[in-house]
């Protein structure tokens, strides 16, 4: 006798950093959820590469807005779930040592400061009472915004994860999505190499891999895989509070960051120039001479600190840096939750919650708001200045 196929209200694809907090908001609204993944356990795409930087301080209320519901959910998160997620407020600075960086941090300070964001300009003296191990030569300043922080990656996500099960989620993994079913123009389930699933609504939460399955429902979404580099260096005692981002392109790079982990040591990561496009993520022997040169640059005392480790990953990259969020206006029940860039791990939970609010029809004026600057429809044209 055939089994009956299992019918759930949602189906997520992808148990990432968007996918998981989505299921935990989605349970925690009583909506049968099933989470989808090809690999074999929850966080293994780019959730478990990104280097754990959580920050509000972005050019546009869309990415802003999310990232404080983001912020107020890890740094609460303890205190309400138990889980200990290594959230550290150190703040985010980024510097200047150029006219050009000044000028255009400065010409944003005043957009930022409109949308709420805790964040000034310090000059070189009080910049440097922030940050004493800059190097001081040429600083001419920086931003500052305290509330924003790092937490793990690691943690987080199998935190939501927990949760996300306890509250009735369920997970597959080592389940690959093959092909979305439609009928009559709506969505009615998926077929994968496992099985077969029918719902009602589909989450394209498939990061790096979005644009298959936006394939898959019909539906071009522009998000290409973009490799990054990060490492890790051994724990040391505490002598950096924020993350520093220094934003003037060079020639091999067009921006890097690092910061010091609640646990002691310096993570960074920098974005290479020009792009390396494509699914590898085995490391390049580029990345490290390259970063280190810019680091030691800005910060001498770094010298003699060891590294215990570097890795690749994937950005999922839009064509203007903005993520990807709202129904297909083709097929009924088909919900676009990809392109996050640089920064899906901050984005995760508020971006969740968001898509829970789609999914039960119940978006606030304040969602409406932002949700043109992450449309699938939009023109992509426009450019984010600090992805
Ligand atoms: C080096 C590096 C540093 C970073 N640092 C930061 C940072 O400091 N802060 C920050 O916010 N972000 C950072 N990021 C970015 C962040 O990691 C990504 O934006 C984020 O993880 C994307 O989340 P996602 O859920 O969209 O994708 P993922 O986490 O990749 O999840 C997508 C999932 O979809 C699954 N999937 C795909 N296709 C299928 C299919 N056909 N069937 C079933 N499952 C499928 C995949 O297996 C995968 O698990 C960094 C990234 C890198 C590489």
Redesign the pocket.
């Known amino acids: 006798m055939n089994q009956p196929i299992p019918h759930y209200d949602v189906i997520i ?7 998981v907090p989505a299921a935990f908001f989605l349970a925690k609204r009583n909506i049968k959820t099933l989470v ?4 074999p356990s929850v ?5 478990k ?6 920050r509000a301080t972005h050019s546009d209320p869309a990415k802003i807005r999310l990232c404080l519901s983001s912020i107020e959910l890890f740094s609460t998160w303890k205190e309400t779930y138990g889980d200990e997620l290594d959230w550290y407020q150190g703040g985010y600075t980024f510097v200047a040592y150029r006219d050009e960086e000044k000028n255009s941090l400065q010409k944003l300070l005043q957009t930022q400061q409109n949308f709420g964001l805790n964040i000034s300009w310090l000059d070189k003296k009080d910049l440097l009472e922030v940050v004493p191990d800059l190097n001081p030569n040429s600083l001419l300043g920086g931003t500052y915004s305290p509330d924003d922080g790092s937490a793990s ?1 690691l943690l987080a996500t199998h935190a939501f994860y927990r949760q996300a099960k306890q509250m009735g989620a369920e997970f597959h993994f080592g ?4 092909e979305i079913i439609l009928t009559q123009g709506r969505i009615s389930g998926v077929k ?1 190499n496992q099985g077969h699933y029918c719902c009602d609504i589909i989450i394209n ?6 644009s ?2 936006g394939e898959m429902g019909g539906m071009r979404i522009p998000v290409m895989p973009d490799s ?3 490492a890790i260096t051994e724990s040391v005692a505490r002598f950096l509070n924020p993350m520093v981002v220094d934003i003037r392109p060079m020639p091999g790079s067009s921006n890097f960051y690092f910061y010091q982990h609640l646990t002691g040591q310096i993570i960074f ?1 920098i974005t290479p120039k020009p792009n390396m496009w494509g699914y590898n993520v085995e490391e390049t022997s580029d990345f490290l001479p390259l970063v280190a040169k810019r680091m030691l640059e800005i910060m001498p005392r770094l010298k003699n600190i060891r590294v215990r480790r570097t ?6 990259m839009t064509p203007d840096g903005f993520p990807i969020v709202g129904w297909s206006k083709e097929v009924s029940g088909f919900l676009q939750a ?1 392109g ?9 939970p508020g971006l969740g919650e968001l898509l829970s609010r789609f999914v039960i029809n119940q978006l606030t004026a304040q969602d409406e708001e932002i949700l043109p600057y992450l449309s699938p429809y939009r023109d992509f044209s426009g450019q984010e200045l600090l992805k």
């Open positions: 694809i992808g148990a990432g950093s968007i996918g989808l993944d090809k690999f966080g293994q795409g780019s959730s590469r990104a280097i754990g930087g959580i990656p389940d690959t999505v093959q994968t939460a498939a990061g790096p891999w979005a298959q399955i990054h580099e990060a990561c890795w690749r990953g994937l950005y999922p990809a996050t860039c640089g920064q899906g791990f901050m984005l995760g």
